[in-house]
């Protein structure tokens, strides 16, 4: 069994659980934080620990990490979508969004590049979407998933320098639960523009965020990889 040891957010269900599966296959020890663990396959797992955490809850994070210790690898993947009109989101739900995929991923890489700065380096991942980079109809959704491409490079450029390499995926629509809050009208005028005329498996998702994880070049730092398949060719 390796000795490294990943955090996985949201690593109980869809791409978050192919994340998990990926790493337990590559025998890490595998911390899982969500909010509920109903069917989580691994729980059983003596490699795998799950720390039942609403991301919300942002003054409890350095405390997680004193219960968790260091990490070598932080995957940023859990991430809320209202899917509510501009002009009808209600002030608790624009909290909840800029905490839980804005807020949080910066308290957890803060905490997490402690330990990786003391053993000489580490990488982090940060599931964005292409929400931030052409806009969404759920605006703080797409706020939120911008700022987090705008917070890879800026923490790469922070935590470079000392060994810890960040980057960011940026999918289009995937094959998960959160499919279901797209209108069928904008799928098709994606799918329309796919090259394949599909949208993206998790497990696709999965394994970009792992080879970046783990064995992309450090060279490859600061960077958004896009996962569109041309719906948003760059």
Not at 110 to 131: D, F, Y
């Amino acid at each position: 069994m390796t000795n490294k040891t990943v955090l996985i957010t949201g690593g109980n269900r869809g791409i978050g659980l192919d994340v998990t599966e990926m790493f337990l296959e590559a025998d890490y020890r595998v911390i899982v934080v969500a909010r509920d663990f109903t069917d989580f396959p691994f729980g059983a797992d003596e490699r795998v620990e799950t720390k039942v955490f609403d991301l919300f809850n942002l003054e409890d994070i350095p405390a997680l990490f004193q219960q968790i210790g260091r990490v070598d690898v932080l995957i940023n993947n859990a991430g809320i979508m209202h899917a509510l009109p501009y002009d009808d989101y209600p002030q608790a739900n624009i909290e909840q969004i800029i905490k839980v995929n804005l807020e949080a991923p910066v308290a957890l890489i803060r905490e997490a590049a402690k330990g990786m700065i003391q053993n000489g380096g580490g990488r982090i991942v940060n599931n964005a979407s292409i929400a931030g980079e052409i806009g969404h109809p759920d605006i703080w959704y797409g706020i939120t998933k911008a700022g987090m491409i705008n917070m890879t490079k800026s923490f790469a450029k922070l935590l470079g320098p000392q060994g810890v390499v960040v980057n960011a995926v940026a999918a289009g629509p995937v094959e998960t639960a959160m499919l279901a809050t797209i209108p069928e009208q904008r799928k098709k005028a994606i799918k329309s523009m796919v090259y394949t005329g599909r949208f993206a498996y998790p497990e696709e998702v999965a394994a970009t965020i792992f080879w970046l994880a783990t064995d992309c070049p450090e060279y490859i730092n600061g960077t958004c990889l896009d996962i569109n398949n041309g719906a948003f060719p760059r």
